[in-house]
Structures are given as C-alpha cells and as structure tokens.
C-alpha cells in the first residue's frame, strides 16, 4: 500500500489513518487516492461505529467498501463489534489494492461482490460459519480477526499461514474468475495451467481431504498444499499470493525498502506480467523473512515458489487488469 499526504500539512498519512499527527481529522477518498480534509468531506456512516475513515459514497452514507456489506455479525454480542471492525478494516485494504488496477472504481461496469461478514458468536450460543464465494457472495467469519483462534486453526490446519487479509484475497478470487471467464481467450489459457475447472468441486474436496499427505513434488506447481484440491482452488490460491507479493513490493516502495532486485522502474501494479517485477518482489520476500527470524518470528511469506508457479502468478498478473474490460 502507497503513503498519503495529510491534506493540511502535507505530513505522511497511513492508509488506516482517521487523523493526521498535526490533529487534522481525515476521510480518505478512494476514487482520487487521496486524503481529504474530514470538515470539507463527509465520511462513512460507519466512521463513529467502526473507525472506517472512508468518504460517503451513495445512500445510506455509507462508503464504497461498507456498502458492499450485505450482512454484519450479531452485534447483541458484544464481542462481534470489534470482530466486525477488524474484517472491515481487511476488506478496505483488500479492495483498495484491486481499485488499482481499476476493480471497483468509477470504470467498472460490473456490480461488486456483497460481503456477509457472519459470526460463530451469536446470542444464546454459538454456530458453524462456513466462507466461501458463490455467485458473487462472499461470507467471512469474523470471528477469524480473534488471533489466538486463527492461530490454533493455522496450526491444527497445519497452514503455514492465515489471515483475514488472506481470506478476502482468497475469497475474492473467486469473484475474479466470474468476471474473467467471459473474456476471450481466458479459459484456454487458464485451463492450460489450472486445469479443468468444470471437474466435480464436490468429488475433488473429497478426495482432496481424503488423500492425508501431499505426494512428493506437489510444491512444483501449486503454490500451497490446499491449491491441489482443485483448479478454481488453485486459481483463488494463487491470485491470493498475486495480490500478497503485489502488495509487499509496494508497500516497500512507499516506505523506501529496497533489495537489489526491488529496484523497478514505475510501481508494483504497472507491467502486471513483468518477470522482473515478479522476482523483485519474491527477492524481497526473502529479505523479510530474513529480518523476521532476526527478531524471533516466523517468516512473513512462508512459500516456496516454483518455476511452476511463477508462471501462474504471471498469468494472474496479466489477467487481472482485464477484469474491467
């Protein structure tokens, strides 16, 4: 994510920012990038309830990203509201990275996914949460933003790695490849590489479940263990790491991170099918996890990254500016 100017006094403004150090208060205008002064534009009907420091952007004063949100948790419960407030602040981030490449902004023609951001917390008990996308419908468990749960579930899942970042990116993938699939010349291609994507999803997650132990070598061509399931699995997988190493990369730039091979002319989303760019951006997803283990930590991008699999997330990466046309 790219850095802001405080509108009052040109001060670095973050994205998540509702105020400005020099005690400017901010709204963030998602169609012009840019932070506005918060006494000239009107914010979120959200901003109170969840500190979501977007613009208003249609009816109900609610802002582009808020809008999408077509069901929240069970807010009799108390511990929901903050659980709702961190998904949101995910989403922002999430959609925000896409508006990049045009998704979601004022030339997208297409209507945007409707978000129902559940909770297992509900008044009188708990109940099961089931994420996932179908036709243009993504829920999200919000209980996921609690990190001592999401960390036993990573590790009883033995995921290397697990986030509510990571799960919109995931799950809006999804949605991606709605919009993709008419487009001429994708499915070949896709297909190609993904493989049959029409192939039983019911049968594969079974025998996917069913198979214990990855067989040696799954590494070469899937970018994590559950991208084997199958292809719109891979697919979902594998934009996810698009939009993770996409991010890191520009996030560097804004902060003025550099490895030898982070030296990219222009910005991380420009030349989407650019190879240099794509090593720069697993360079220096080595050097983070380097400086991660020098405090103890584990690594911040725990992936192995194949041949195979770069040319998958080049094929992400020359895709996903084609969504809007």
Known sequence: METFACPSCSG????????????????WDPGARVFRDADQVTGCANRAGIDCNWAAAGSGGLC??????????DLSVRRNAALWAEAEAAKRWVLANLMRWGIFTARDPASPP???????????????????????VITINVLEADTALREKRRDQLGEPYRTLTGHFRHELAHYLFLRLEPREGFLPAF?????????????ALEAYYASGSPPAGWQESHVSEYARAHPHED???????????????DSAAAMQLATPRSQVEGDAYDD???????????????AMNHMARSMGLPDLYPFVVSAGVREKLLFVREWLPRVTG
Do not use: K
Not at 64 to 73: G, K
Not at 235 to 249: G, K, P, Q
Not at 272 to 286: G, K, N, Q, S, V
């Open 272 to 286: 989407p099918a650019d190879e240099h760019t794509l090593a720069a951006a697993l360079d220096l997803a080595i």
């Open 64 to 73: 582009a990203s808020c809008a999408m949100t077509r069901t929240r948790p």
């Open 191 to 203: 297909r190609a590489l993904f493989g049959d994507e029409t192939a039983d999803y019911g049968a």
């Open 114 to 136: 409707v978000f129902d951001l559940l909770s297992e917390l509900v008044a009188g008990g708990r109940e099961q949460v089931m994420m996932g996308h179908a036709d243009g």
């Open 12 to 27: 670095t403004l973050y994205f998540e920012n509702l105020a400005c150090a020099c005690g400017q208060p901010v709204v």
């Open 235 to 249: 697919w979902a997988e594998t934009v996810a790491h698009a939009l993770h190493l996409t991010d890191m990369l």
